[in-house]
């Protein structure tokens, strides 16, 4: 089956050190890969997503680029700041055809405590 | 764009009542619509499926007659708990996506606390 594993916090930084995630995956064929964040008390928005080996996401200055040989999708941002305190999940969704919901498989979540 | 609301975003209810809980995707039509349940500080936990116009498909392990799925439209789905019970409580989160798109916009959560 599927599954999504990433490194377990928490993950405690001063503002503007340098962030990584780490997220590997197993899945059969090449699903899609995103990550969400959730701030506290709130539902999960998208961060970024890749479809396709080789594919970067990025967004908000957060980076994340599909591996399959290695098959990880770490996510990194080069300066945190305090308000990017949250938990972030790393996901993914199977590419199947017809009649396929698109299920994610989640990690456990990351929580990221920045401080000033 | 991509917004999806949920409606309450908490509830305290007593033990033995039924309490509805409301996802609507506000500017686009969701095909699909998913109910997540999460724990503090754990992962979400996806309880079922809805395709509009048909029954929900549910997770291993949750209990059709306790949670209770409508997708009556494109932009509405609700999940009624009934008889909740202290148990229940925890945050649901919903989820919609478009046809055709793998890529899912979720609500902002409503906490369910059972007395």
């Known amino acids: 089956g599927n599954s999504v594993t990433q490194m377990e916090g928490p993950v405690t930084l001063s503002e503007e050190a340098f962030l990584t995630i780490n997220c590997t995956y197993t899945a059969t064929g090449y699903p899609s890969l995103f990550w969400y964040v959730q701030y506290p008390g709130e539902g999960l928005q998208l961060l970024l997503k890749a479809t396709k080996a080789d594919d970067k996401g990025s967004n908000k200055g957060f980076e994340a680029t599909y591996r399959k040989e290695t098959t990880s999708f770490h996510l990194e941002k080069g300066s945190v700041q305090v308000s990017d305190s949250a938990v972030y999940f790393c996901?993914?969704?199977?590419?199947?055809?017809?009649?396929?919901?698109?299920?994610?498989?989640f990690g456990k979540g990351t929580l990221l405590t920045v401080n000033p | 764009g991509a917004v999806v609301s949920q409606h309450p975003s908490w509830v305290i209810c007593k033990s033995g009542t039924s309490v509805k809980i409301e996802c609507r995707s506000l500017d686009f039509q969701a095909t699909t619509m998913f109910w997540y349940r999460q724990f503090p500080k754990q992962s979400l936990m996806l309880m079922a499926t809805?395709?509009?116009?048909?029954?929900?498909?549910?997770e291993q392990g949750v209990e059709k007659d306790k949670f209770l799925i409508n997708h009556a439209s494109l932009t509405l789905s609700t999940l009624t708990v009934t008889s909740a019970h202290p148990e229940d409580s925890s945050f649901y989160i919903c989820s919609a996506r478009v046809a055709g798109s793998e890529t899912q916009y979720f609500g902002p959560g409503t906490r369910l606390l059972v007395l």
């Open positions: 996901a993914l969704s199977p590419k199947l055809s017809g009649g396929s919901n698109y299920k994610l498989t």
């Open positions: 809805s395709n509009e116009g048909s029954k929900a498909t549910y």
